[in-house]
């Protein structure tokens, strides 16, 4: 808030090169008759924008986790291993992933040896038993993720730089804070109070402003000195770029593939649209919001500046696959009005929150 291909043959594993072992050809028709069809090859991580989602993130697993946390994780082992044929139904990211793979099959008409695309991985720290499952489902829906990290247990966080993660999405906020203080884009998403359409074949995108795509800076100067310095101190440094906040590097990996629509002829047609809606006001601090963009070389489509209102029925509006905020009562009121919210813990805004996590796990030694 701001203040005012078939998919790919594996590769034979140990052992494969024995005389009893089927001829590579062989093997290959025989792992390719078990994959599912028409999927196209998988970027190497270091090329592609990387999309990493927890299993709780893309799916909805509120029964599994009450039987985990009431229950412990042998019972709720044994219940995903009774269900495994069953596919979870969708989850707050499952549309925003839907909406980057028609991406990719827009980017792979154009460019189709580029590997400037998007990638999925899915991040979770389920067993691996509960894996057969999660493919299932994936399958299911005729998803396109084929990396997986499960680690039985433990945080997932050491291995999101090793995946080369851009954004991580997850139903757990601790985990999104570790992300976050590993310097990794990051957000809790949380599902909308209602369902609400999404466009098909558009990604739209929307950011918070401070404490999101910025630094927090601004908004120290608010808690610090309330809206008129903050004001002053606005116009003041109207042509000093902000520093940024933890999500500038997505809005750059997305503006990137935007541009190889752009040297198309299609600016009018891109498949990707992202929008600033910010509380601030337009005249006495939205310039120094638009020109620390442009001394970035980014831009977004769209620009709201709400000057203090609420943003949920703007976002109605725009019906936003995914909307970034570092303040939970904007992302409540998302929410409300159906749109798929996620909060950025970042920023001075966090730290009373932060404080009472603390004393919380103090009080609980």
Not at 269 to 288: D, F
Request: aromatic share 10%.
């Amino acid at each position: 808030m701001e203040p005012g291909q078939p998919r790919e043959a594996r590769e034979p594993g140990p052992g494969a090169e024995t005389a009893a072992a089927p001829r590579w050809e062989e093997s290959k028709t025989f792992y390719d008759n078990l994959s599912p069809k028409k999927k196209p090859k998988s970027p190497k991580p270091q090329n592609a924008v990387t999309i990493a989602v927890s299993s709780r993130a893309l799916f909805r697993m509120d029964e599994e986790q009450r039987i985990y946390t009431e229950q412990g994780v042998e019972e709720y082992v044994r219940y995903q291993l009774e269900h495994e044929n069953e596919p979870f139904s969708p989850g707050p990211a499952f549309p925003f992933v839907k909406a980057l793979e028609a991406v990719n099959k827009r980017l792979r008409e154009l460019y189709p040896d580029s590997e400037d695309i998007f990638d999925i991985v899915l991040m979770t720290n389920n067993h691996a038993q509960v894996g057969v499952r999660l493919i299932n489902s994936i399958n299911h829906y005729d998803l396109f993720i084929e990396r997986f990290c499960m680690t039985g247990g433990n945080s997932p966080i050491c291995y999101l730089k090793a995946y080369h993660t851009n954004l991580y999405l997850s139903a757990d906020a601790e985990k999104v804070r570790e992300a976050i203080d590993e310097g990794i884009a990051a957000a809790t998403i949380f599902s909308p109070s209602r369902d609400v359409v999404v466009s098909q074949s558009q990604l739209r995108v929307a950011f918070d402003g401070d404490a999101v795509l910025f630094s927090d800076e601004s908004e120290r100067i608010v808690k610090a000195h309330g809206l008129d310095r903050f004001f002053e101190h606005e116009k003041a440094h109207e042509n000093k770029p902000l520093a940024q906040g933890p999500l500038k590097g997505f809005l750059e990996a997305l503006g990137r593939l935007q541009k190889k629509f752009y040297s198309k002829g299609l600016r009018l047609e891109c498949p990707i649209r992202t929008y600033l809606v910010t509380a601030r006001s337009a005249a006495s601090s939205g310039a120094r919001a638009l020109k620390t963009l442009r001394s970035w070389g980014l831009e977004t489509d769209e620009a709201l500046f709400l000057a203090g209102a609420p943003k949920g029925p703007l976002l109605e509006k725009i019906r936003p696959h995914i909307f970034f905020d570092d303040q939970m009562f904007h992302v409540a009121g998302a929410q409300e009005m159906g749109t798929v919210a996620a909060h950025v813990p970042y920023g001075v805004a966090q730290t009373p929150r932060r404080a009472a996590a603390a004393k919380q796990t103090l009080s609980s030694q």
